[in-house]
């Protein structure tokens, strides 16, 4: 099981952030049984995130996160994509750190490679349930 992480903006990835990442993308990957499998995590910024956006949703304008999963049977179970100065924004204004904003979104972001999905209410308060549960064993509970 892996989690590969990369820098996309040109910028270092503080070590602690990329430890946090990496072992609540695992936790997630190991509670949902996919042992044996990796995530791509690609950290990006406003103009990047917001291309991505555009190509695949149709929708031109940044957002948090995007999930690109890969072919069921395949190793690698897809591609996280975060923007960390979208997280920053909302880290600020839901009055929190950044490390659980990103924490958030990488697990967010996980949970739909996985398949889980919030369209229905039903579907988001299990899908929110599973996040926090996340969080938490973290130490990062709202």
Not at 56 to 84: E, K, M, Y
Request: contains cysteine; positive net charge; aromatic residues 6%.
């Amino acid at each position: 099981m892996g989690v590969h992480i990369i820098d996309q903006r040109g910028a270092k990835v503080d070590p602690r952030m990329k430890r946090l990442l990496r072992r609540l993308i695992k936790s997630v990957l190991e509670w949902e049984g996919a042992f044996a499998h990796q995530v791509n995590l690609a950290l990006v910024d406003l103009d990047q995130i917001q291309k991505l956006n555009r190509k695949f949703r149709g929708i031109d304008a940044p957002t948090d996160v995007l999930s690109f999963p890969l072919q069921r049977g395949s190793r690698v179970v897809g591609d996280v994509v975060i923007c960390v100065p979208q997280a920053m924004v909302q880290a600020r204004e839901f009055g929190h750190s950044l490390a659980r904003e990103m924490a958030y979104l990488a697990v967010h972001g996980t949970l739909h490679l996985l398949g889980y999905d919030h369209e229905g209410p039903k579907d988001r308060a299990a899908m929110r349930a599973k996040e926090e549960c996340f969080l938490t064993r973290f130490g990062l509970a709202r």
